[in-house]
């Protein structure tokens, strides 16, 4: 079933109203354009049915007017011979004629009439529909709008993200090499030493102890009493 029931329906409607008490208003405005353009081809058609019979009954009117006057003009013929009677005849198919003629004027009048409301009614239809697309328009602007201003949100956290997580790696770097340079600072200093080392080292020992034995000695040798 359709949003509208009748073209009146549509005409009177509030499409404002109608989006805003949608869940989806651009998916509704979509409906709404496409009832709107399958009404219009249906109201052209209807009317495009008129407007033919319309033609059909003014060449009606045309035929029917140009008997009763050949009609009449067989009764003057008739008047100007004597012919009374002839006349009378004549004078009878004109106003048969003319009420057939009445009637169909009638119909013509009627059709214009219908015409012209259609014409009222298509006008506020396809106004209508210029309304519904330019707020379909507006609605697809909106959205592009929104999703351009989430998209560039987004990106601008990411960076924001990339910049921190940047900060904190470069804080990282910086510890690491702080920590390197202390490590350095540290190497050799668990290391055993070599067996060259360990010689070498005894060997300073026993002249450092040579030395401190000598020097014994000699502060021995000064302390000690003179023979008389």
Known sequence: ???????????????SALLD?????????RLI???MEDTLVEVRSSS??????RKAATRRVEQLQAEADSWEQKAKLAISKGREDLARAALQEKREIEEELEAVSAELAATDEHIAQLNDEIGKLQAKLNDAKAKKKALVMRTQTVESRIKVKR???RDALDQAFGRFEH?????DNLESQLEVMDMGKDVAPSLAAEINALEQDEKI???LDRLKAELGGSDAPKDA
């Open 1 to 15: 079933m359709g949003i509208f029931s009748r073209m009146s329906d549509i005409i009177n409607s509030n499409i």
């Open 21 to 29: 008490q949608a869940e989806d208003p651009e998916k509704l405005i």
């Open 33 to 35: 354009i496409q009832e």
């Open 48 to 53: 495009a049915r008129v407007l033919a019979d």
């Open 155 to 157: 990106q601008v956290n």
């Open 171 to 175: 804080f990282e770097r910086r510890m």
């Open 209 to 211: 102890t040579a030395e």
